[in-house]
């Protein structure tokens, strides 16, 4: 092991300033000398080249003549991953959060605030560009088209509503419901969140099916929703937040409805994915389902059953008298 390789901090700065470049893109157009890539750019030739040369060295374009830059499977991809790459969005909110991982380490809490002035959510706030980034990268831009066919112990048939906390522009919610028309659903994330789901209905063809609410999910939930879903909400979420979320969810599917967590959960007693971007970023992390059984006792919610769904771990709760 190379310890020195492993503190290289040059090659992953040279794929972030290649990919807020657009780099790629230009190559892709036509653009291949370097004078002329950095013109499309508005940068300074020798620099760039440079930059182009490391990536070069790693892997990461290549180089068929002197200053003449062409295409491999690793820089195409740079096209595809760019919204979590670009320093000018969420890619560079993400990429100098690492900045305060020390004080996270010390502190056991987040120090995001440290960086940028303010906690994570509230930047988002403040930045709607780079807040709908972040809606981009958590939606099927970012992680591909969602599967709706999670699993429910006892089938969807009584399934009428669903109330997709947390959904983000509602991309799960419209699989859900194009897959199932006798299903009515509401999607429930901030208003600058569920401002942009609109489109995303209409070209799913479920628009008339759903309804979107913007709140926060810390306040009361639409009540008696069949069904609750959380997918990559709960390890945003320190347990004091976590618990009061799900005390949210049993409320809105108390007495009869279900609770749904998809992601955040790990099963068995082997350690959980570090996740340690949301420790920097928000104080979030994965759980044991041991101990997620805690919050959820703790929010009035029962694991009915807990299963494997694609990459994800499911976990279903019943609702119980608190």
């Known amino acids: 092991m190379d310890i020195w390789a492993l503190c290289d901090l040059c090659t992953p700065w040279c794929v972030h300033v290649a990919a807020t470049l657009r780099i790629a893109d230009h190559v892709a ?22 930059v182009l040369r490391h990536l070069v060295s790693k892997g990461v374009f290549e180089e068929p003549a002197p200053g003449v830059f062409a295409l491999n499977d ?13 320093l000018d969005g969420i890619g560079g909110r993400m990429a100098r959060a690492w900045g305060s991982l020390l004080t996270a380490v010390e502190t056991g809490a987040p120090a995001y605030d440290e960086i940028f002035g303010r906690p994570f959510w509230k930047d988002l706030d403040a930045h709607p560009r780079i807040a709908a980034d972040f809606d981009a990268l958590m939606g099927p831009a ?14 969807w048939d009584e399934v009428r509503t669903v109330v997709d906390v947390g959904g983000g522009t509602g991309s799960l919610l419209a699989e859900i419901l194009r897959a199932r028309p006798e299903i009515r659903g ?17 070209a799913a063809g479920v628009a008339d ?20 879903v959380l997918k990559n909400v709960l390890a945003d979420w320190p347990d004091r937040e976590a618990t009061a979320l799900l005390v949210r ?39 044991r389902l041991a101990e997620f059984r805690g919050l959820a006792a703790a929010a009035g919610l029962h694991v009915e059953a807990a299963s494997r769904y694609g990459s994800r771990f499911a976990v279903e709760c019943s609702c119980q008298p608190r």
């Open 29 to 50: 157009a036509g653009i291949s000398d370097i004078d002329d890539l950095a013109s499309a750019a508005h940068v300074h030739a020798e620099s760039l080249c440079r």
């Open 142 to 155: 970012g992680h591909g088209t969602p599967d709706p066919n999670f699993p429910l112990s006892a089938g």
């Open 209 to 228: 099916r759903v309804a979107a609410i913007g709140q926060s999910f810390f306040d009361p939930l639409p009540a008696g929703a069949d069904l609750c």
């Open 186 to 202: 509401t999607l429930v994330d901030l208003p600058r969140t569920v401002a942009r789901s609109a489109e995303v209905f209409e």
């Open 249 to 287: 969810c049993a409320e809105a599917a108390y007495p009869g409805g279900r609770v749904v967590v998809l992601g955040g959960v790990w099963p068995g007693d082997t350690p959980p994915n570090p996740e340690l971007l949301m420790m920097v970023l928000v104080g979030g992390k994965q759980r």
């Open 74 to 86: 690793p820089a195409r991809d740079l096209m595809a991953m760019r919204i979590g790459l670009d």
